[in-house]
Each structure stands twice: as C-alpha cells, then as structure tokens.
C-alpha cells in the first residue's frame, strides 16, 4: 500500500500587503516517489527540508502532479528537474505530461480513474478551476484524497458551507465534486490545513 505524508501545510493569511498563501504539498511513496502540488515560492525552504527529514531528496522524484495551473500550486516545480509532471490543463483539453529534463511535452489524457502509479488515481474534480483534478491513494487505513482547492479546509466538507463564488469557477460543479470527494474518502488532505478524517 501506499504511504502519503503532508511536507507542507497550505496557508492561507491576510496581511497589510495582500494576501499570502500557499499550496499544501504532499509526498506520495509507491512504487515511486511522487510530490503533489509543490506550491509557493514562500514555502521552497520548508519543502526541501521536509523532504530531507524523509530522507528524499529533489531528484529521488519522480512524478509531479498538479492539482490545478494556479501559480500558488506550481512555483516549486523547478525543484524536481527529474520528474514526468501531470497536469489536466485548462478547457476541454484533456491532460498532458511533460518530461523536465528532456523538454519534453506528452499529451496524455487523464481521465476518471486514471492509474498514474500503483496504489494511486486520478479523479476529475472541476468547480475552483475547470482544469482541477486530484488523487486517491489506496494506503494500510483507507482512501486518502487530495482534495486541493475542492476542499481547501475541513469546513468545506461540510456540504451546508456554500462557496466563495469568487474563488470558484463554477459553483454546481464545485458542490459536485466536494460530494465525490466525500463519497470516496476516508481521509482528506485539504488545500489549507492536515489531513482529517472524513464522518460517515
């Protein structure tokens, strides 16, 4: 089975200058090392030293997956110069892989259920962003999902919260894909905050 383990926790904090925030970046073992979401440029040193508590370092990844193309998720990527990296892409396009060091563009598509690694599979999560996706990951306690902005904190599980119509792109397919997400998981890992089990 697959182990995941959050190396950052996304932020998320209103400042005098603006807004400052952060992706969560999780780190995925299976039959590869995987990052999802490298996130911030604020974060770089935190991610690299979480990474080196796991006794990982950028090259030993293997696979990047963005969630979503928001610079907040993506800025980190220049790290793993080792690494194929999925993303859905925006529109009706339907998914592609670059190889970083090969320069490299592959169109793939990455649809529902794709397996991307063993004990790991891509779910479309359209609503924050038209090209949103996320993971579950097959681990010894249950379904983990990487939920990413679709729930971006534990109260967004709570389907009676309405969204922020100014954060997501399509309100309906936002409260579809939270109840998905819901349906599936045993466990959430958020945009903001730890992962947390799901009531059912």
């Known amino acids: 089975m697959a182990e995941v383990k959050v190396l950052v926790s996304g932020g998320h904090e209103d400042t005098d200058e603006g807004l400052k925030i952060g992706s969560t970046t999780t780190l995925i073992k299976t039959d590869q090392n995987i990052i999802v979401d490298p996130g911030a440029l604020i974060d770089e040193q935190k991610l690299l030293d979480a990474l080196k508590k796991e006794n990982i370092s950028p090259e030993d990844i293997k696979l990047v997956v963005l969630t979503h193309t928001h610079i907040d998720h993506t800025v980190n990527l220049h790290l793993f110069k080792n690494a194929t990296v999925y993303l859905k892409f925006m529109g009706s396009y339907p998914g592609q892989m670059q190889v970083i060091n090969k320069e490299l563009l592959i169109r793939k598509d990455l649809l529902e259920d794709t397996k991307i690694a063993k004990d790991v599979k891509i779910i479309l999560i359209p609503g924050h ?58 466990f959430i890992i958020p945009r903001h905050g730890k992962m947390f089990k799901v009531n059912k």
Not at 156 to 162: P, R, S, T, Y
Not at 168 to 182: G, P, W
């Open 129 to 186: 962003s038209n090209d949103s996706i996320g993971l579950v990951i097959d681990t010894d306690e249950g379904n983990v999902v990487i939920a990413s902005d679709a729930i971006s904190n534990e109260g967004c599980a709570d389907l009676k919260n309405e969204p922020n119509p100014m954060i997501v792109a399509d309100v309906d397919q936002y409260n579809e894909s939270r109840k998905k997400i819901l349906k599936i998981a045993d």
